[in-house]
């Protein structure tokens, strides 16, 4: 299949796309990410758990402890790093000029910021996932664009695949690099292509004489893409006879002919990212660059982001803080009708809030990080769950913040400072977060994709009964399998430990929160076992249904990870079991109100309207109003072929 596009740079150029760019089926795109999943539960996972009723506390209680001699140095580093960002870290300048100063790259590079989830042995800090998350969290403090170009170096770019699935050979040539200070980037998203691989379209060609590739495509929304000079690429390498193709992770020198920078994108927050888009024209890089081997790719992309994904909740629980500490000592300081601001009811409600739910996604997180450390648990639906939660809470805290402070809110950091007052930038706080709901995985496909691990032992024993490719043999196999799985599981729903007045009762005050957590873990496999029963196969189109699945699965984790952790910091720290009655006192009202909506709801009378909007039949609603130009197309369109822009990389230059 061919279709003409257009190059972003050059309106009048037009070619034809690759092959494996054309459209695919459905079920073809399912297929492929089907096909990345890690289908093996080999380790333990209290979020698995969860969805099938059985609520194994054992899982997390007692509170995951950091070794002694790592948590050391890493609190000797974090303490410089806050030394330094305090005293040389301008965050309101990289905000005005929308970027990070060399000398800025320069002196995280001294501190070993680069290289802080990287091994000691090619010279990086080896941070457990704990301090690395607090790092972030504290960098994000004063830029969030630094936050973003720490995390995506070490996250998703060269560092995490590399550590889980590159060669020694591959460590010793580019990590040594990385912890010094260089930049990689990870570069999946094209134009045409962002949840859905089965469409991706750079290719990889490999050489006549064997010895390498040639890669051609576009990349959108590189973040690091300006400055990174090592790069992860996933580009489609074709089969042959011999040869699986596939999917394919390469490392890529960001100096290499024939690729070019084309653009520096901006964006309604994080100014100082250096996000970008690149072209590769028959790009060379060696067959010793894979990793991990042909066809491997998606599955490498889904593997590193499953701890990947922590690095943005801790800039979420770090956007909490901040706000929690704003709108504390504003509320206390604001008086109106007598009294200060934070004593009438409506802004209390909002305080509470605000910090419950901070201390509810710090503590997700933390969890997160401690099972991720010991790496005796399988953290996927957990890492998805955090990333979700706190990328949605994180956004509704800084809206409430922004209410709270009134006018103020709304008003930048320059204009309050040029009054005279105290230069809080919660508008830009506002502005930064929001990207987090899309970043990594949206909510929409973060929903769809707890939801298939989450459902994944009823498709396990039912999947030939709902295929509708499969045989009647199989279909006959599958109902007696999944006959016997549930006469067995299905019992365990009825009844458990939170039945009992007295279950959980050595957690004291939080006893009871635990009991609902239980109570409602049965219910919600109960809620989905009946989906399952009443949709099968349809089951998966019912996203909005499957969304609120994953929301209550999200809130019964928070609410059991904070009566843990609370109960084990009760004599150290009393006023977290405080925090952790409020949060579950919140928590519980948001899942009682998702539990009715399971089945009170418009899903299906607004899935009708929506087909009657795509097809025009409301355009008349729009009329009165000056619309964008309908002559430019949504997606800039492309074509393989050597760049026409200039190139826009920025090199930062070495230390003197």
């Known amino acids: 299949m061919t279709a003409t596009h257009h190059h972003p740079g050059d309106q009048d150029a037009v070619g034809p796309l690759p092959a494996e ?25 209290f979020g698995r ?13 007692p509170w995951p402890r950091t070794d002694p001699d790592d948590a050391e140095r890493a609190e000797a580093f974090l303490a410089d790093l806050d030394a330094y960002l305090r005293a040389e870290v301008d965050g309101a300048a990289i905000e005005r000029d929308a970027r990070i100063p060399d000398e800025v790259f320069h002196g995280l590079a001294r501190l070993g910021a680069f290289g802080m989830k990287i091994d000691r042995r090619y010279g990086g800090l080896g941070l457990s996932n704990l301090h690395y998350c607090r790092a972030l969290m504290l960098v994000g403090s004063v830029s969030p664009a630094i936050g973003a170009l720490l995390s995506a170096h070490q996250s998703i770019g060269v560092p995490q695949p590399l550590k889980m699935f590159g060669t020694d050979a591959q460590k010793e040539r580019f990590l040594p690099r990385l912890a010094a200070g260089e930049v990689s980037a990870f570069l999946l998203t094209e134009p045409d292509v962002g949840s859905d691989p089965a469409r991706l379209a750079t290719t990889a060609e490999p050489t006549a004489d064997g010895t390498g590739y040639r890669l051609n495509g576009v990349k959108l929304w590189a973040t690091n893409g300006t400055v990174a000079t090592l790069l992860v690429v996933m580009a489609r390498v074709p089969a042959a006879e011999g040869r699986r193709g596939g999917i394919t992770a390469f490392v890529v020198d960001g100096d290499s002919a024939g690729l070019t920078v084309e653009r520096r994108n901006s964006f309604i927050g994080l100014r100082g990212l250096e996000n970008s888009v690149t072209r590769f024209h028959d790009v060379f890089v060696p067959n010793e660059n894979v990793v991990g081997g042909e066809g491997k790719g998606l599955k490498i992309a889904l593997s590193t982001l499953n701890t990947g994904r922590l690095s943005l909740p801790a800039m979420c629980v770090g956007a909490g803080k901040w706000a929690l500490n704003v709108a504390r000592e504003w509320a206390a300081d604001r008086v109106q009708w007598g009294r200060p601001v934070g004593g009438h009811e409506a802004v209390a409600q ?10 509810g996604m710090e503590t997700m997180l933390d969890l997160c990080c401690l099972l991720a450390d010991d790496d005796r648990n399988d953290i996927r639906i957990e890492a998805a769950l955090v990333k979700l939660y706190a990328s949605e809470m994180a956004w509704k805290i800084g809206d409430e913040l922004v209410q709270i402070r009134g006018g103020r809110g709304y008003e930048t950091a320059d204009s309050l400072a040029a009054r005279g007052e105290r230069p809080a930038a919660v508008e830009q706080l506002l502005r930064d977060l929001r990207i987090n709901r899309i970043f990594e995985g949206s909510t929409e496909i973060m929903h769809l994709l707890i939801a ?24 006959a196999k599958a109902g007696a399998r999944a006959g016997a799985f549930y006469a067995k599981w299905l019992p365990t729903l009825a009844v458990g430990r939170g039945q009992q007045p007295n279950g959980y009762g050595e957690y004291g005050p939080l006893a009871g929160h635990l009991r ?4 409602y873990s049965r219910k919600l496999a109960r809620s989905t076992f009946y989906a399952m029963s009443r949709w099968q196969g349809k089951l998966e189109r019912r996203q ?16 059991a990870a904070v009566c843990v952790r609370a109960y084990a910091e009760k004599d ?18 948001r899942v009682e109100q998702l539990f009715t909506a399971l089945w009170e709801n418009t899903d299906s009378v607004d899935v009708a309207a929506a087909k009657r909007i795509l097809a025009g039949r409301y355009a008349g609603l729009e009329e009165g109003v000056v619309t964008p130009p309908a002559d430019v197309p949504w997606v800039a369109h492309w074509s393989p072929g050597p760049s026409t822009a200039e190139d826009v990389r920025r090199r930062i230059p070495p230390v003197e």
Request: with cysteine.
């Open 350 to 359: 909002k305080l509470a809030f605000v910090a419950a739910t901070t201390y």
């Open 516 to 519: 609902q957590v239980e109570r």
């Open 452 to 475: 298939r691990e989450a459902v994944d032992a009823h498709l396990s024993v039912a999947g030939d009964i709902i295929d509708p490719d499969a045989g009647l043999g199989r279909k």
């Open 544 to 559: 909005a249904f499957l969304g609120r699945v994953v929301d209550i699965g999200a809130e019964l984790f928070a609410m």
């Open 21 to 45: 760019a054309g459209q695919v089926s459905e079920k073809e795109a399912r297929q492929v990410a089907e096909a990345a999943r890690e289908a093996a539960w080999d380790r333990p996972s």
């Open 572 to 589: 150290t720290r009393p006023e977290n079991v405080e925090l952790a009655d409020l949060f579950c006192r919140q928590a519980r009202i």
């Open 49 to 61: 758990e969860l969805f099938l009723g059985r609520f194994r506390l054992d899982l997390i209680d």
